[in-house]
């Protein structure tokens, strides 16, 4: 696979997550579920990883596009230099768990 085909699979990623958030935006969930799943396919056929900032907000339970404040509810807690951020998605109440730590010398 060369790095063009990559870069074009990376795109698409990106724009099936727009797609999905604005399919969650107006309410039609099953969309935003097949878009998560073309974007977990996308990343397994093309062998390229899920962009990070896309990857947090698939459900890995049931693949919707997870939206806060529309299909997922962002709960976080700073505990010090460390940020744990729980986020659920409402579509099937799976909990996924992150934690940020802060390397900056003046954090
Ligand atoms: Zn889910």
């Given at each position: 696979?060369?790095?063009?085909?990559?870069?074009?699979?990376?795109?698409?990623?990106?724009?099936?997550?727009?797609m999905?958030?604005?399919?969650?935006?107006?309410?039609?969930?099953?969309?935003?579920?097949?878009?998560?799943?073309?974007?977990?396919?996308?990343?397994?056929?093309?062998?390229?990883?899920?962009?990070?900032?896309?990857?947090r907000?698939?459900?890995?339970?049931?693949?919707?596009?997870?939206?806060?404040?529309?299909?997922?509810?962002?709960?976080?807690?700073?505990?010090?230099?460390?940020?744990?951020?729980?986020?659920?998605c409402?579509?099937?109440?799976w909990?996924?768990?992150?934690?940020f730590?802060r390397?900056?010398?003046d954090?």
């Amino acid at each position: 696979m060369s790095r063009l085909l990559k870069d074009i699979a990376t795109q698409r990623m990106y724009i099936l997550f727009d797609m999905g958030v604005a399919s969650v935006k107006s309410g039609r969930i099953r969309y935003a579920k097949r878009y998560g799943e073309l974007i977990r396919k996308i990343s397994m056929r093309c062998r390229v990883a899920i962009p990070k900032s896309i990857r947090r907000w698939i459900c890995k339970n049931c693949s919707v596009i997870m939206v806060p404040g529309f299909s997922a509810r962002v709960r976080s807690r700073r505990k010090g230099k460390t940020l744990r951020v729980v986020t659920t998605c409402l579509v099937c109440g799976w909990m996924h768990r992150y934690e940020f730590v802060r390397c900056r010398k003046d954090g």
